[in-house]
């Protein structure tokens, strides 16, 4: 009850931000419930509430908030008025809530759900927020809240950096694009509404959009960015053109020397793909 006044207030008040529980649980599962799926984990029927995430709960003419998982109706007056994250101190940490919601998954395939998930938070509108550890895939033996747990449940193991390596530079590398390309960080909802477009007709579990026209002062003129919710490779139709690969499944190349040409595009299973030109 508290939250949802605040989010209302935050519709009518400047400089007033929330969390966003609508794209937390829309990607990854009810935040209470260890065995929820959502957008991320294969769970059917989150696009809105992840298009919702991606815009920064603003308005926008090309969702359905009916559809969307808690709120109807957007709260923010401009993206900078959401906190986009998938999980936090409280409630279980993004590695133990994969483990509980993918229990035969091996480690490779729950990070590639995770790297997912935090790839949606860090190219979306608004502020994105991660908990310290989640790039080394750090856990807390499934403890839900820790503030009274000992070291051995909230001390971070620094060795799972050398054992999740490629996990880490993911995320270090998608850190950097989003430091780096203005197009995610637009600061109002007009920019949003001008810039970005989402791609219609999609496949079910499938997410993507387009952020046009050098977006707040870009140096790319247009980039795809596309999400693929479902445990199968899908092809989607982009712009005619030639793109740079930037994201492409387990790889982010900043430099993008990898192209494709053409109006159709390969989302790998459970993976992110963005195209840049």
């Not at 007056?77 to 101190?89: E, F, K, L, W």
């Not at 991660?130 to 809240?145: Q, W, Y």
């Not at 387009?210 to 919710?229: C, H, K, M, S």
Request: hydrophobic share 35%; glycine share 8%; charged share 25%.
């Amino acid at each position: 009850g508290e939250q949802c006044a605040m989010k209302a207030n935050a519709y009518k008040m400047p400089g007033v931000a929330v969390f966003s529980d609508d794209l937390r649980d829309g990607v990854k599962g009810h935040f209470s419930q260890a065995t929820g799926r959502g957008f991320a984990t294969g769970e059917k029927g989150c696009e809105e509430s992840v298009k919702f995430g991606i815009v920064g709960a603003i308005q926008h003419p090309q969702i359905n908030y009916e559809l969307v998982n808690y709120s109807k109706a957007p709260y923010t007056n401009h993206p900078t008025q959401v906190i986009n994250y998938v999980s936090c101190h409280d409630d279980m940490c993004l590695t133990d809530k994969m483990r509980a919601s993918m229990p035969d998954a091996d480690e490779k395939t729950l990070q590639r759900y995770a790297r997912l998930a935090q790839t949606i938070v860090f190219t979306s509108q608004g502020v994105p927020f991660m908990f310290t550890g989640e790039e080394i895939f750090r856990d807390k033996k499934g403890v839900h809240n820790s503030y009274c747990s000992p070291d051995e449940i909230n001390a971070i193991d620094w060795s799972l950096k050398r054992a999740n390596r490629e996990h880490f530079d993911y995320y270090r590398n998608l850190i950097q694009l989003r430091k780096s390309h203005p197009a995610f960080r637009l600061a109002t909802a007009e920019l949003v509404n001008k810039h970005l477009q989402f791609i219609e007709g999609t496949p079910e579990q499938v997410v993507a959009y387009t952020l046009n026209d050098n977006a707040g002062g870009d140096e790319w003129n247009q980039i795809v960015v596309a999400f693929n919710g479902s445990s199968e490779a899908v092809e989607i139709e982009i712009p005619e053109g030639k793109w740079m690969v930037i994201a492409n499944d387990a790889t982010i190349d900043l430099a993008g020397e990898k192209t494709i040409e053409g109006n159709k595009a390969t989302i790998a299973a459970s993976a992110a793909l963005i195209l840049a030109r």
